[in-house]
């Protein structure tokens, strides 16, 4: 079982399937939303996730047709990102919202055609482009 959390505490989650990999997205809306050079995302199954605290704090922002952004209304934490269509059964989780220790997962990175200018791709995770 792991746990998370928004910055200001309001929200709290639980998952209760294993988390193992890291997806490093490169898109610009992500870059946007997380104010960051990416933003870092866990999938899974809804079936696994649940609010455990302050459900009603939780805001939605559509950023295209079908595709919602949820945040913390209160310190503006993003908290998941999930889309109806292709992935309706998924959530991706804001990974840095967790408060479970975490360590040895797989990580990539994608969209990174749209990487921002100023930030270097050094690191020796793979890198996965989207088409
Ligand atoms: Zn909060
Ligand atoms: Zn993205």
Redesign the pocket.
């Given at each position: 079982m792991y746990h998370g959390s928004c910055l200001c505490g309001a929200v709290t989650y639980q998952v209760d399937a294993p988390i193992d990999s890291a997806t490093h997205?490169?898109?610009t809306?992500?870059r946007k939303g997380h104010g960051a050079a990416f933003?870092t995302y866990t999938n899974v199954r809804r079936e696994h996730f649940r609010f455990t605290q302050g459900e009603e704090s939780v805001a939605v922002f559509n950023s295209s047709p079908g595709v919602s952004r949820t945040f913390c209304r209160h310190c503006g934490t993003n908290l998941q990102w999930f889309a109806e269509h292709p992935y309706p059964n998924w959530l991706s989780i804001a990974l840095g919202t967790l408060d479970t220790p975490l360590t040895n997962i797989a990580q990539k990175h994608i969209?990174t055609d749209s990487c921002a200018a100023w930030y270097r791709l050094s690191d020796s995770t793979s890198v996965e482009m989207r088409d």
């Open positions: 997205c490169h898109c809306q992500c933003a969209n």
